[in-house]
């Protein structure tokens, strides 16, 4: 297993971080690296619900991605579990500070070679994914 760690603190309250996550229309603006967008087929937020999409590259091309929601505790954790290739678990929790909220992205890649591989592109896309979220939420405040 290969495991993936990024911290982002957010200038939000947890309730506000876990709205852009909880929000179907507003996680897809922000889910992805810079450039990707998304298409939502199916979206049941709730523990062992589905969520399917596809995510539109920059590059033009598309790519499939199925994800069941393990566990959902508001204003505080959402595990998810991606069921399709690559295999891996995105654990993401979120903490109240004096400043807002601290986001940790806990990634657990199955497949080991496939994750150090593909380690630097990974952990960039991650960081694109909380930088994405920041704004989302900084838009959503006003």
Same mark, same amino acid.
């Given at each position: 297993?290969?495991?993936?760690?990024?911290?982002?603190?957010?200038?939000?309250?947890?309730?506000?971080?876990?709205? $852009?996550?909880?929000?179907?229309?507003? #996680?897809?603006?922000?889910? =992805?690296? &810079?450039?990707?967008?998304?298409?939502?087929?199916?979206?049941?937020?709730?523990?062992?619900?589905?969520?399917?999409?596809?995510?539109? =590259?920059?590059?033009?091309?598309?790519?499939?991605?199925?994800?069941?929601?393990?566990?959902?505790?508001?204003?505080?954790?959402?595990?998810?579990?991606?069921?399709? *290739?690559? *295999?891996?678990?995105?654990?993401?929790? *979120?903490?109240?500070?004096? $400043?807002?909220? *601290?986001?940790?992205?806990? =990634?657990?890649?199955?497949?080991?070679?496939?994750?150090?591989?593909?380690?630097?592109?990974?952990?960039? $896309?991650?960081?694109?994914?909380?930088?994405? #979220? &920041?704004?989302?939420?900084?838009? $959503?405040?006003?």
């Amino acid at each position: 297993m290969s495991t993936f760690l990024h911290k982002r603190e957010i200038a939000a309250t947890a309730a506000e971080v876990f709205a $852009a996550i909880a929000d179907p229309s507003r #996680l897809a603006r922000w889910w =992805g690296p &810079e450039g990707f967008t998304n298409t939502f087929a199916t979206f049941e937020f709730r523990p062992g619900g589905a969520w399917q999409f596809t995510m539109h =590259g920059p590059d033009g091309k598309d790519y499939w991605n199925e994800s069941v929601f393990v566990e959902i505790v508001p204003d505080e954790l959402v595990r998810i579990r991606h069921v399709c *290739l690559p *295999l891996f678990e995105a654990v993401i929790t *979120l903490a109240a500070t004096g $400043a807002g909220t *601290l986001v940790t992205w806990r =990634g657990e890649f199955e497949d080991e070679v496939f994750a150090e591989q593909m380690r630097a592109c990974l952990e960039s $896309a991650n960081e694109q994914n909380l930088d994405r #979220l &920041e704004r989302e939420v900084a838009r $959503a405040r006003g």
